[in-house]
């Protein structure tokens, strides 16, 4: 371009001509690597695994065509039991997850103090070590001889020792503590920017505790404890290695088939068809929950738009 026109021009044109990267464009440059990750790491395995999942393969591995048969296969009673006790699991850790989660934010965000820090140091601990050896120490905690059953025998509160190991009780209490802190965190850090002046206004206007938690705190956090329930819900209807090694294979669930149907020879595909199958209805569980939170919101907010 001649320099004459150019020099016509507005600065900001003059850079934009010799410098194709404005300011707009840092946002975008610095979400590319973790959009490619995204990309790479979870989209195109999705794609290949629904993919892999309408490919029939030989016994020797080669594709011969396309089928529905492996999503036939899955179509029938004992695995839809199984998704559904999954479902009741991820459901039911992340109510307990929850109920312990909030009173616990709460003291921490508002009664924490000098304490603070501290304790959400004590809360992130378990994070720096590895989750096998987390599960070895609930062995010593729960077996027949370890430190729940003696401690109940000293209390006599039983007369002889409990099996709390390879029960369903062992599953919920390793899923519990593996996942609680991903429901305090969200939801610690949405009161510690709660406006607390909300609250006294509505204790000045005559509201009592359970109003003002009912029609004032819940419904702020409300966000942040959709995050925190998908934090825990998500993982644990796919978890497979607390049923395994705490539950003692009495049970199978979801994550358990699939790791099953993938380390088997020939059963890939069927694997892949049965995770397809788990991630719809996980989707389906998710978008039912995210409206039925939207309604409670505007229930407890007297029917306005929370």
Known sequence: MNESIISTLPKRKQLTLFNPFSKKDIPFAIGCPALIWQILFFYLPILIMIVSSIFLLSKEG???????????ACLNAMHFSIIFRSIGVALLTALICLLIAFPFAYFLAFRGGRYKNLLLFFLIVPFWTNFLLHVC????????????????????????PIHFLNSFFSVMLMMTYHYLPFMILPIYSSLEKFNFSLY??????????????????????????????????????????IPELLGGDKYY?????????MLGEHTAPLGAAFTVMCSCFLVISIGLFLWLTKKLSKFLMGGCQS
């Open 137 to 160: 120490a609930w062995f010593f905690v729960l077996e027949k001889n370890g430190f729940l059953n003696n401690l109940l025998l000293s209390l006599n509160l039983v007369k002889e």
């Open 253 to 261: 669930y979801a994550g358990n088939v699939v790791t099953h149907y």
């Open 200 to 241: 006294e206004a509505s204790s000045d206007l005559g509201a009592t505790w359970i109003q003002t938690l009912k029609t004032v705190l819940i419904p702020l956090t409300m966000p942040a404890i959709r995050l925190g329930f998908l934090l825990v819900y998500i993982p644990s209807f796919g978890e497979f290695a």
């Open 62 to 72: 080669d594709v011969q065509g396309v089928t529905l048969d492996h999503f036939r």
